[in-house]
């Protein structure tokens, strides 16, 4: 491709409002532009790239014995209400109604569109198992979208979904998309990491994400130092520690602690260690408020709270709907005596003699202990575990903490959707049997903002190589000189034959700005014509990773350069 | 690809509410499944298809300089005001607003999206000419959906615009898609006829159509049968008649036609022949009512009517409303004395001693003469064409008719967008100059069905070879014989290596069934492995289109069948 004939609009600053480096390196690079907010127009180099992750992902997927279809992007609304997600969805769902009043969305997702078409078309359970993939333009219409593609609105994703007999079947179709995802993210030259999952709003029983690791990362995944356990923040546990030896019981007693709001200020006031007091908060549910207790140095985690409590979601009601609530501000809020239904976290099983909120403004109960001063609640797994925690699975290690981007997702629905849509098949006896699904999303574009999160430096992308846009930029230094202009075209050509993707810099520009360039765009190599080396029948290989720079005869360009650009590999 | 691991859900019976052939052929083959009215499901033999018809497009657009981009399917409703289309494009353009209540829409088509990009990252006459392309999903809320994927409302479109500083340079770039277009049917094996075609809501100077010739083309086209004048049916023109010699003006005269209704009814009432009278039809107008004229035998064109009025549309009102504008009831209406504008077709213009409504119930006006008995009205282009006419371009030849399916349309847009969207660059000396721009569409979901029109018989498709979805269908007559199953198996690999697409028909099933869906899915070439030639050592090799079967010695299978089906060809 020839640079002055491509609308590649490099920019030499950074864009204002581009928090992350990739979405600043994606507008500066000239790959993406924006159209509206969390939707942008993907241009000739950006489009490049995304191509080369849905190949390898269409490649994979194919290998493992997925078909391909392409499931319409606007869905009837009777799916969702048949699925019963038309309600539960929230305003992420982009709906609307068409002429004639017919209430659609535009699919953020295809659970309900395949398993319409499934329970239709297949009638034998010697038709599965079947996995039905397809790679296509979503749209969830985010509150608050944020870092370029990453977390836009519109995007490419790919989705499958598997339908098998049984739960052995469902292990099968998950261990084969398992497998296949480790290669795909492989293929693309991420450093990624697979960990267990919540199965959030899709719902089902177990799931994997797959995060590429990475500072800017929205999520946090935690793994264990020693063993292979790795899971997200919201499923993540840490070994429970054992039961104390027994602390007696200490006399309730009521202590002043006036103007002391925040947790830190009241262990700070009454000199106690954060982990012997605990936090109450008061959540917002379906069901009406419920009061959560975690341990003073803890967090809650809101996603573990709603799947404790078995409701689609939690949220934190304003000041004064809580206080209104409470009968207390929330500073003073605790369980002892609390009208509230109140859940606890197993951690504070085994917790005596701490302090809460005495539900009087300003006053703090200290050597509460469960069962003399209260009931014993309900306990669940409530709070994020921390870095240092011991590992639930192998008691050795220690969790360790990371930021990570969500780039993969595999579930197992087992007959969520299938039971309320009835997909069903006749099995080997002739009974009817509800099917078993699993579902599988890859982020394609999302990997596209990933891979330069993990692959750039100052100056620009260094893209793998099996995504790169180009194998090779070559420069032409200046090409009004005919005779560099001429074995500039030479090479160009000769490359594009021996089937290198090449972008050759031809533009009436400085060499600077042609170098700035090159390291914006991030090919992995780069083949200089021009300067003092031409004169002396030379040109100059360097690559973008910068571990090569050397001058070779004009000749031994081409012969040099292929085995370096050749075949796939991660950079 | 093996038949018994993918879902190729054939039907023995036409689908009931499939009125043309692509459409129950498509479903019939298990290409498509509807998920709503006009959206549907693509399944994977029609994936594979419609790929095709993709990488066909995107080859010869690359090829013609064009850049391949993605922009959104999501729109802002803002670019649609500035462009003035947000009030004109009808209840087409399907609008929503987001979660924030922007409003917004669903891309029928991006002229504003591109000319907003284009205004922005194109400041020099240095970047022009420039012409993008996209292949993308898109939506147009038809009233009426109907013949599958050929009018549905969620389709697979390429669009194409061209940005040129000049007339001449927008010429070069129309004239350089009109050439790819060209290169594109004709890959795809399609029998086409570009015509010159009315510009519609798209707006500009000028525009062609592609037609694929198709008896169930929803389209009429006009053509010439002695020189290349080809137009679809509202922009296509005949050579005016001369001038009459002039037969004297008899007198005026009123005539009873007392439950004569229609113009056949009046004209043998008054055993006249129908072209002495002339129809005069109502027509609402955002300008309000007007009386068109055409010559009693002719039929009225609403978009040449439009476009004579230069309004957007013109419709036919209800009887009543009619009747309230006219005074008189539809069958007496008539030009002379009326209080409604009037417009008349070129061909009246020389009409003398005509019939016409008298505006007063069940009479009719005869030797009705312009300038005498009324005022020359403005003349303009009102009337279909019919065949046999003289052609305007040749005078020598005759008019034909044919149906047409429309897959492709070129229009020169000129500066409406350029200029209502402010999109300029800098000329050579420094100063601002608008844009000029053109717009290129492929509706390439609809060729798929166009391709089946044109190539079928009663038994199935017969794909043109370079959109079939597998060269070849190798297939097993009896899978559960072990000698034939690795027989057949050693042929699908080694067909397979050597870069041929096969479908094994491995499935558990009678060979009459597989025999029948082969003809079905109209692969071009058959192996069949199997039966007494099989016993012999030999498999049997057919073409669907019926014009070779021969028994070939299994071991020179490959040798005979690779030249067949190597290269694309047509069919």
New interface residues.
């Given amino acids: 491709m020839r640079f002055h004939?491509?609308?590649i609009?490099t920019l030499k600053e950074d864009p204002v409002d581009a928090q992350v480096v990739s979405h600043r390196l994606m507008l500066r690079a000239g790959l993406i532009?924006p159209?509206?907010s969390g939707?942008?127009?993907?241009?000739?180099l950006g489009?490049r790239v995304?191509r080369k992750v849905e190949a390898i992902v269409r490649q994979e997927m194919d290998n493992a014995?997925a078909?391909?279809?392409?499931?319409?992007?606007?869905?009837?609304a009777e799916l969702w209400q048949e699925s019963g997600r038309w309600d539960f969805y929230g305003?992420?769902l982009?709906?609307?109604?068409?002429?004639h009043d017919?209430p659609?969305c535009?699919g953020p997702t295809h659970e309900e569109?395949i398993s319409?078409?499934v329970r239709?078309?297949?009638r034998s359970y010697r038709?599965v198992p079947?996995n039905?993939y397809q790679i296509?333009?979503k749209?969830r219409?985010e509150?608050r979208p944020r870092f370029g593609i990453m977390r836009g609105?519109?995007f490419l994703m790919k989705d499958a979904y598997s339908f098998d007999l049984d739960a052995e079947g469902l292990d099968a179709s998950y261990q084969s998309m398992f497998a296949a995802y480790q290669r795909i993210f492989q293929r693309c030259g991420l450093a990624f990491r697979a960990v267990e999952a919540d199965t959030g709003s899709i719902g089902g029983a177990s799931s994997h994400e797959f995060h590429v690791l990475a500072e800017s990362g929205e999520d946090v995944i935690i793994s264990c130092d020693q063993c292979d356990y790795a899971a997200n923040l919201e499923k993540a546990i840490a070994a429970e520690a054992d039961a104390e030896a027994g602390e007696a019981a200490a006399p309730l007693e009521k202590v002043a602690t006036p103007g002391q709001k925040s947790i830190e200020e009241v262990a700070r006031f009454l000199q106690l260690p954060m982990d012997r007091l605990i936090k109450s908060l008061l959540v917002e549910t379906p069901a009406g408020p419920i009061l959560l207790l975690v341990r003073g140095d803890r967090s809650l985690n809101m996603i573990k709270a709603a799947n404790a409590l078995k409701l689609p979601q939690v949220t934190i009601p304003d000041a004064d709907r809580a206080a209104y609530w409470a009968g207390v501000s929330m500073g003073s809020l605790g369980p002892v005596e609390s009208r509230l239904p109140v859940v606890a976290d197993h951690e504070l099983r085994n917790l005596r003699n701490f302090v809460c909120g005495a539900n009087e403004e300003g006053c703090h109960l200290r050597n509460v202990n469960w069962q003399r001063d209260l009931p014993v609640p309900q306990f669940a797994d409530l709070r994020n575990v921390t870095a240092g925690e011991p590992c639930a699975r192998c008691h050795s290690g220690r969790l360790q903490r990371h930021q990570g981007i969500e780039v993969g997702h595999v579930f197992k629905l087992g007959d969520k959707y299938s039971k309320a849509m009835n997909v069903k098949v006749l099995d080997s006896q002739g009974n009817e049997q509800i099917l078993v699904m699993g579902c599988y999303g890859i982020g394609v574009s999302r990997i596209v903002a990933a891979a330069i999160e993990q692959n750039h430096d100052a100056n620009g992308i260094r893209w793998p190589r099996s995504l790169a846009p180009f194998q090779v930029e070559l420069i032409l230094m200046n090409p009004r000189d005919s005779n560099e202009a001429a074995t500039g075209e030479q090479l160009y050509q000769a490359l594009q034959q021996a089937g290198v993707e090449v972008l050759l810099d031809d533009r009436d520009e400085r060499a600077g700005v042609k170098f700035k360039d090159a390291d914006l765009l991030g090919c992995p190599m780069r083949l200089l014509v021009g300067g003092r080396s031409f004169k002396e029948g030379m040109v100059e290989l360097q690559s973008r990773a910068g571990d090569l720079s050397q001058r070779i005869p004009i000749q031994d360009a081409l012969a040099t350069l292929l085995p370096l650009v050749k075949g796939e590999g991660h950079g």
Wanted: proline content about 8%; glycine content about 4%; overall charge positive.
């Fill in positions: 004939k491509t609308l609009p532009r159209l509206g939707i942008y127009t993907w241009l000739p489009l995304l014995g078909q391909e279809v392409l499931m319409p992007a606007v869905q009837p305003k992420e982009l709906r609307f109604t068409d002429r017919r659609c535009f569109v319409d078409l239709r078309e297949i038709q079947a039905f296509q333009t749209f219409d509150i609105r519109e």
